[in-house]
Antibody, heavy 119, light 106 residues
């Protein structure tokens, strides 16, 4: 079982960045996919999630990113995406993706990817 | 917006001791509360979901209790690998985390 995030890096304020979370070793389509972040030296913050297609495939977002970030998934490629637009300095964090089978309490996490927003 | 407050901020104990961590919600979250462990430099991992259900592969020394606004994570006998930061998280109204409790070696 593996989740691998990619796409992080240094980006200027106001620009966009897309993170990918590539899954392997489990039935990706059955899992809700979430994104979390952790600013340097700070606690965990939920960013948003996308439900599995059987659960409707709908998305929810934290207030801090709603309207700027978009989560999507491609079950055929077993990838989840986090499209981040209009980035702000305060979006600087390590971003984690997580797959969750909620009824079983079974979750898998990626290793995290660092996004730095700075001019 | 539901706010979760964890206490204490830091807990200093020795291996073999019992740890009790608290999480209080600003309004009822029913039983929709989870606990996570995060070791330094690692991603978090789910320990407890729906207040008292152990996640897959989690040792029996971890237990959760509570409902409504007051929740507890108990580690019955601390192992060296248990010293980490613990977060509670509600899913009653979207998701939100507490600020964390650092469990450190005394």
């Amino acid at each position: 079982v593996q989740l691998v995030e990619s796409g992080g890096g240094l980006v200027q304020p106001g620009r966009s960045l897309r993170l990918s979370c590539t899954a392997s070793g489990f039935t990706f389509g059955d899992y809700d996919m979430s994104w979390f972040r952790q600013a340097p030296g700070k606690g965990l913050e939920w960013v948003g999630f996308i439900r599995s297609k059987p659960d409707g495939g709908t998305t929810e977002y934290a207030t801090s990113v709603k309207g700027r970030f978009i989560i999507s998934r491609d079950d055929s490629k077993t990838v989840a995406y986090l499209q981040m637009n209009s980035l702000k300095n305060e979006d600087t964090a390590v971003y984690y993706c997580r797959a969750l089978l909620e009824w079983l309490g079974l979750d898998y996490w990626g290793q995290g990817t660092l996004v730095t927003v700075s001019s | 917006e539901i706010v979760l407050k964890q206490s204490p901020a830091t807990l200093s104990l020795s291996p073999g001791e019992r740890a009790t961590l608290s999480c209080r919600a600003s309004q009822s979250v029913s039983s929709y509360l989870a606990w996570y462990q995060q070791r330094p430099g690692q991603a978090p991992r789910l320990l407890i979901f729906d207040a008292s259900k152990r996640a897959a592969g989690i040792p029996a020394r971890f237990s959760g209790s509570g409902s409504g606004t007051d929740f507890t994570l108990t580690i019955s006998s601390l192992e060296p690998e248990d010293f980490a930061v613990y977060y509670c998280q509600q899913r009653s109204n979207l998701y939100a985390f507490g600020q964390g409790t650092k469990l450190e070696i005394k």
